[in-house]
């Protein structure tokens, strides 16, 4: 009987130690959909996250724009303490943290391969880290790849001044709409990624930029035929999480946050290359045409972007020298 009782004691005991235990629930904000690489990424993210604090922390990944279309208002969220992560392109986080423009000038890598080495080298993680430094409330917890960004139009164009007088569709960033003007053409920034395919053929503008993933998932082929492979900037994706929301964890938690995010870094690179590949031949099989510059036709692209390179200069020169001195 004396057992009994024993045992029934323990177990209410343990109910109700573990009924105190507080679970905690997160959210990210993805405008992409559910099956875009960056979004995959943040699963596993939250999959790893939940298996190494044994279920009490569980992230949601919000994705297909489901809590905010336009990644600028999910950054707001984030400095208010109203979102706890986002993924957004590093271009919407430079324009509350200009020093990351440096990671987004054009013509900047070599090649895919030399971007992860920039990025992933002490330099190039103290240019991430300077998010948190800023007062934004904000931290960058990793960076995901997101390939190069070209244009995509309604018609045919081989060289910088073929720019001349078009709409083009960018990121709410000063240094994009720069960007544009210096090819001759009117950066039109506030058109959130799902509605470009709409805004091109209500004529509000004759294209956008963006990376061939994007143009094929988001259905903006549809729309602009023409995909001009100029690869005028290689813009990485940030995982950023709000500081408000870490100061709620403890340290132990703040750390497995942070290592699980830098895990992802390679698992959404291999799904990366994967997604180019697949959405390329989706839009070749479609029809539409992919315009492969030549050297020359390329160069007109970069001397004419030359100047963000003085800009850089002025501002920035540390940051930049130090990154252009790795091969």
Not at 291 to 314: G, M, R
């Amino acid at each position: 009987m004396k057992k009994a009782i024993f045992v029934l004691f323990s177990f209410f005991c343990i109910f109700f130690v573990s009924c105190g235990k507080k679970n905690i629930v997160l959210r990210i904000s993805e405008v992409h959909s559910a099956d875009y690489p960056t979004s995959l990424a943040l699963s596993e993210f939250a999959r790893l996250v939940e298996e190494r604090t044994d279920g009490r922390i569980r992230i949601e990944v919000h994705s297909d724009a489901r809590l905010f279309d336009d990644e600028a208002d999910a950054v707001l969220a984030l400095q208010e303490g109203k979102l706890d992560f986002a993924r957004v392109s590093l271009s919407i986080a430079s324009s509350l943290s200009p020093r990351l423009n440096v990671l987004i000038l054009p013509y900047l890598y070599k090649d895919r391969a030399h971007q992860i080495r920039v990025l992933s080298s002490e330099a190039g993680r103290r240019v991430l880290d300077s998010v948190s430094e800023d007062g934004l409330n904000l931290e960058c917890l990793c960076w995901y790849d997101s390939g190069s960004r070209s244009f995509y139009l309604k018609k045919e164009v081989h060289s910088a001044s073929d720019m001349a007088g078009l709409k083009i569709r960018v990121q709410k960033n000063d240094f994009m709409v720069k960007l544009c003007s210096l090819l001759g053409s009117t950066g039109v920034s506030g058109i959130s990624t799902n509605d470009v395919y709409r805004s091109i053929l209500n004529g509000l503008v004759d294209g956008a930029e963006n990376n061939i993933p994007t143009y094929q998932n988001v259905g903006d082929y549809q729309a602009a035929l023409f995909y001009i492979r100029d690869e005028h900037v290689r813009i990485p994706d940030l995982l950023l999480v709000s500081q408000k929301t870490l100061a709620k964890l403890s340290k132990a938690d703040v750390k497995i946050i942070r290592e699980c995010a830098l895990e992802t870094e390679a698992f959404e690179r291999e799904l990366w290359l994967k997604k180019e590949a697949e959405s390329e031949k989706i839009i070749r099989d479609a029809g539409n045409v992919i315009i492969e510059l030549t050297d020359e036709e390329k160069a007109t692209f970069f001397d004419a972007l030359q100047p963000l390179y003085s800009e850089a200069e002025e501002k920035y020169g540390d940051y930049l020298s130090e990154i252009q001195k790795i091969e």
